[in-house]
């Protein structure tokens, strides 16, 4: 008998967006890949990533809460950096789910796996665009976890800075503070409204005023300031339409008008020098796919 064997295709994810604190977020044309494979015998191999190589490995805990991972070995590839905040967490779990979705034929809406990959990870934000890729605005409702899909706004383009420094997610969510002031918060509902209208409109003036936030990045600050001297000055100084903090950090998605892209892109290579890297990275409609073998 063959042996079965599938590979999977996840997106990296930017989420938050400014105001959309465990709400919104984006696919990166950043990708891990999943490959697994009967073997008869479980093993995993990560190709120099520092993961882990037993059952405590993102990609496999996902795996195996749908089924047993006895028999199976799992390799994985990827080019997402780890602890930066692009979704690498969010890509190993929706690898794994979708992988066992496909290798046992268990036909899993695609809501189901969004749950599923919710409860695992414990917010739907970067899960949601890792599954679905495109835009995504995530909420909670009598009915469950939904996810609302737009398309990437026409004409803007996604840079990436990524530091070479770390932030736990951890470390990042115990900034955030039980409460927040009533008119912070006023300001990230309209700006995130503003923000959702721009992508849908690929309207670059609501985009721009929709970037703004008083919820998180304010209060992370201190775990990135060279990060988040980068946000202020996006749109100032750099000729971007602005930026945004991606999910918990360092990285900063610098949003661009596709005609200034490559002068941003020198600009923010010529201000970071060597304590980041600048990667064109464009948003991605695509999500998860598991293309033949």
Request: charged fraction near 20%; charge should be negative; aromatic fraction near 4%.
């Amino acid at each position: 008998m063959t042996a079965r064997r599938r590979l999977v295709r996840v997106p990296a994810s930017s989420a938050n967006l400014g105001p959309g604190y465990d709400v919104l977020a984006a696919a990166l044309s950043l990708h891990l890949e999943l490959e697994v494979e009967e073997a008869g015998t479980f093993s995993v191999e990560a190709e120099g990533l520092e993961v882990p190589l037993d059952r405590s490995n993102l990609c496999v805990r996902a795996f195996e809460w749908l089924r047993p991972a006895d028999e199976i070995c799992f390799r994985i590839r990827s080019d997402i950096p780890l602890a930066t905040g692009m979704g690498s967490s969010a890509a190993a779990i929706v690898a794994g789910l979708t992988a066992a979705d496909h290798l046992y034929e268990l036909a899993l809406e695609s809501s189901d796996l969004l749950g599923h990959a919710a409860e695992i990870e414990g917010h739907p934000d970067n899960v949601a665009a890792a599954l679905y890729g495109g835009f995504v605005v995530c909420s909670h409702s009598q009915a469950g976890l939904s996810a609302t899909l737009l398309d990437p706004p026409q004409g803007v383009e996604a840079v990436v800075v990524i530091p070479h420094e770390q932030v736990p997610t951890k470390q990042a969510r115990e900034a955030i503070p039980d409460s927040v002031p009533i008119e912070d918060a006023v300001v990230n509902v309209a700006a995130a409204a503003e923000l959702v209208l721009g992508i849908e409109r690929s309207d670059l003036g609501l985009i721009a005023a929709g970037l703004a936030d008083r919820l998180h990045q304010p209060n992370r600050a201190h775990l990135y300031p060279r990060s988040m001297e980068l946000v202020e000055a996006a749109a100032i100084e750099l000729g971007a339409i602005g930026a945004t903090i991606s999910g918990a950090g360092p990285t900063v998605l610098v949003w661009c008008f596709w005609q200034s892209t490559g002068t941003v892109v020198d600009a923010l290579r010529e201000r970071v020098g060597d304590w980041a890297e600048v990667k064109r990275v464009p948003f991605s409609a695509t999500g998860a796919d598991v293309p033949e073998l």
